[in-house]
């Protein structure tokens, strides 16, 4: 690891100067916080991990009630019944779904009954409408039933006292139905991490603006909102700082009280306004480090008053790298998750792939399905200004420290950009 020397650095990176990427990651995770747990309303759990097991209180269905729309019987009324001759019983009532008192069924009645409807007292069974004569006043039955046909019996989904889900599991859909019908109102969860953003650069101006001479617009800074977002944070806008220290030490500081951890891009590099260390070394505590992988290769790690900072490369294909390979995995340590790295598929490099000896390359990739295989061709220029590289991928190709060029053919590791 480097420590920032300030200007005038040698600017020729030798390999025992490198740290190895997945050193750098480790570094990255143990900065971490521990998540603390917070509950929250069942609404607001969903994609979260449960930090609590949740056990059933309660029995589901609470009463037995009727499984489609037609009649409650006595089942010993419909012995007799036969295609040819059916018995016909009067109905002496209506039960539909919904509050009301118990009703009661005797032997030689039939009640027409709804969905969900409570079983009246004494029925044994509910015979579809569809399968007799209908109607309210004498309805004819064309067959006997068994006991318990078509009705739903209190506790056949759920038993008090039967686990629901564990501590670790992360709230899907349909454990939202689930914990509604249960009864369980709030749960314990990790909480979406916070992020704030920060864009260093006297050249930025945001999106909506017209850049004049010598400026451009900001990518980073909405593009990183937006990887935040899709890896379950919530990005916090710190907008756009001009290369001086004391703003983008006023940015930091006035954002660490909302922010779990602190995102900046650009002034990581060696040019004399890359003022980024110093800043959060005043602040706090911070390293810079020669990563071994390009695009990514300038990478700072610092921490103030607890908070982990990150600063990132400017340029965006770099950001937008290193933040897949090291800001992502640490939002999802964050929430908790098990899994904290993208699924990767082994594919045939479409155009020979070459990345510079010692560093690990990312190239950005199109996946495409050839047989039962994958190709991996390269989108297009891959300079670390080129965002379209990163638009059109939905892979990074990996090529490994030790080598140097993978073939046309060859086979090749490919990250997907998806889950
Ligand atoms: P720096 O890391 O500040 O030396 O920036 C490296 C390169 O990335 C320069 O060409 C910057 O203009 C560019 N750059 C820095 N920040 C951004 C940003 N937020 N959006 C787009 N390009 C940027
Ligand atoms: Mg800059």
């Not at 629901?164 to 969860?189: F, I």
Request: with cysteine; aromatic share 4%; charged share 20%.
């Amino acid at each position: 690891m480097t420590r920032f020397v300030g200007h005038g650095r040698q600017e020729v990176t030798t390999a025992d100067e490198l740290t190895p990427v997945d050193e750098h990651l480790a570094a990255v995770l143990d900065l971490l916080p521990t998540p603390e747990p917070i509950g929250l309303r069942l609404s607001d759990a969903l994609g979260l991990v449960l930090a609590e097991d949740i056990v059933s209180e309660v029995r589901v269905p609470d009463f037995a009630n009727a499984a489609m729309d037609g009649y409650a019987v006595v089942v010993s009324d419909l012995e007799a019944a036969t295609s040819t001759v059916p018995v016909g019983l009067p109905v002496v009532g209506e039960v539909a779904a919904g509050p009301g008192r118990a009703t009661t069924l005797t032997a030689g009645r039939v009640a027409r009954i709804m969905t969900g409807a409570p079983l009246p007292e004494g029925a044994e069974a509910v015979v579809p409408v569809e399968t007799t004569s209908g109607g309210s006043g004498q309805v004819y039955f064309h067959a006997p039933v068994p006991v318990g046909t078509n009705v739903r019996y209190p506790g056949e989904d759920l038993q008090p006292g039967q686990p629901l889900l564990s501590a670790g599991h992360r709230v899907s859909p349909a454990d939202v139905g689930l914990l509604a019908v249960a009864g369980v109102a709030r749960v314990r969860c990790l909480p979406p991490p916070r992020v704030v953003v920060l864009s260093s650069g006297d050249e930025l101006v945001p999106a909506e603006d017209i850049p004049g001479p010598g400026q451009i617009r900001d990518a980073n800074g909405p593009m990183l909102a937006a990887m935040i977002r899709a890896a379950g944070g919530v990005p916090f806008s710190a907008g756009i700082v001009p290369d001086e220290p004391d703003a983008v030490r006023w940015a930091i500081d006035a954002n660490l009280g909302h922010a779990d951890l602190v995102l900046s891009t650009g002034g990581a590099s060696a040019g004399t306004r890359d003022l980024l260390p110093d800043v959060i070394g005043e602040l706090g505590e911070v390293r810079t480090v020669k990563v071994a992988m390009k695009p990514g290769m300038p990478q700072i790690l610092g921490s103030v008053r607890g908070t982990p900072v990150i600063g990132l490369p400017g340029n965006p294909v770099s950001a937008f790298v290193s933040f897949e390979v090291f800001v992502r995995p640490a939002l999802r340590r964050l929430q908790g998750r098990r899994g904290i790295d993208r699924p990767t598929v082994t594919a045939r490099a479409g155009t020979r792939l070459s990345a510079p000896r010692h560093k690990r390359g990312y190239t950005r990739v199109r996946l495409e399905r050839d047989g039962d295989g994958w190709v991996a061709t390269p989108t297009g220029p891959q300079g670390s200004h080129v965002i379209t590289s990163i638009a059109l991928a939905n892979g990074l190709a990996v090529v490994p420290e030790d080598v140097m060029e993978i073939p046309e053919g060859g086979e090749v590791t490919v990250r997907l950009l998806v889950d």
